[in-house]
């Protein structure tokens, strides 16, 4: 079976990876376009799926948008008989989602119907979910609402950051896929329509959203912590100075929400109900560092609050 591939960050990757390995007949990728890097922006980096391809001499394209005839002409030319599509980050529209001639399936991070969207993992972790998953979908014009193929569950460990859980997700997503094929090879696979009346959703997020609320409760604000741990960071603010916090976990503590209550030999800081201990923070233009040595070095002191 003839299958394109549509991917860009390293979640993708090892199921392209899997993919080569189980002998699929890999006709071609499509990824995002290199991205500047840098103070200059004149260093182009290319997306994680694309070194993947290439080091499998698999043809690629990387089109701005997924649209135009230029485009179509050359997916039509790869003559796929299948689509596979994970963490691309566009929208595909009908035309192209017809090319194929047994259409598109889709890796999506969570058990739909819950946690439609953008961000799956980073609102699972936020929200509390004690557990998530990988959905193999059959993907239609609408967000995540094709009728499901196949899923895969597992525990969301206490502590997990999004990084981590990420990465435990890529690789099931990868495991899904090839049993996924395996069962349409053999005519095994029932597609399954999603009641949208369980429908929850996971929205692309902003700086509001990552932003450290200290009236919440520690368990709250551990779980805002490690949603966007390693990225973009959760961030408060000291002064007039930005601190992203990595590595949250609810600790004893009396004071005002946002209070410093401790900075050696650990940071300790208050919230609604209890307070949070962290592990690593980094200042604006800074790398991280342990929040110990962070504590030492600066100037805060405790009793300060943080915004």
């Known amino acids: 079976m003839r299958i394109v591939f549509f991917g860009t960050p390293e979640f993708a990757v090892p199921s392209l990876e899997a993919l080569v390995a189980e002998g699929a007949q890999v006709v071609g990728v499509v990824t995002q376009p290199d991205k500047p890097h840098g103070r200059s922006r004149s260093t182009l980096v290319a997306p994680p799926i694309k070194d ?11 089109p701005d948008r997924p649209t135009g005839d230029v485009f179509h002409a050359a997916l039509r030319h790869w003559q796929p ?17 017809g ?13 739909l119907p819950r946690l439609r969207g ?3 993992v980073n609102w699972a972790i936020l929200r509390g979910e004690t557990d998530t998953g990988v959905t193999i979908q059959q993907l239609d014009t609408g967000m995540d609402t094709g009728p499901i193929l ?34 349409m090879r053999l005519g095994l696979l029932r597609p399954r329509a999603q009641d949208s009346a369980l429908a929850t959703y996971a929205p692309k997020f902003d700086r509001t959203t990552t932003r ?27 002064g007039d100075q ?8 609810p600790a004893a503590g009396t004071g005002a929400p946002g209070e410093l209550l401790e900075l050696t030999p650990t940071v300790r800081i208050a919230t609604g109900q209890d307070a949070v201990e962290i592990a690593e923070v980094q200042p604006a233009g800074k790398p991280r560092m342990p929040a110990a040595a962070w504590g030492r070095g600066h100037s805060a002191v405790a009793g300060q609050v943080v915004m």
């Not at 008989?81 to 989602?97: F, P």
């Not at 090319?99 to 058990?111: D, E, K, Q, W, Y």
């Not at 450290?212 to 990225?231: L, T, Y």
């Not at 930005?242 to 976990?249: D, M, V």
């Open 52 to 62: 993947v391809a290439q080091s499998h001499h698999l043809p690629v394209l990387q």
């Open 81 to 97: 008989e299948l689509g596979i599509v994970v963490a691309y980050g566009h929208i595909l529209r009908a035309d192209v989602l």
């Open 99 to 111: 090319v194929p001639t047994r259409g598109m399936i889709n890796v999506h991070a969570s058990l």
């Open 118 to 120: 953008a961000a799956p």
């Open 150 to 183: 196949h899923q895969s569950a597992t525990v969301i460990e206490p502590g997990e950051t999004a990084g981590a859980l990420l990465h435990r997700l890529a690789g099931l997503g990868a495991e899904s896929l090839v049993e996924a094929l395996a069962l």
């Open 212 to 238: 450290v609320n200290w009236s919440a409760d520690s368990q709250a604000v551990s779980r805002r912590i490690r949603a966007f741990d390693p990225v973009p960071g959760a961030w408060t603010t000291l």
């Open 242 to 249: 930005e601190l992203k916090l990595f590595g949250a976990r």
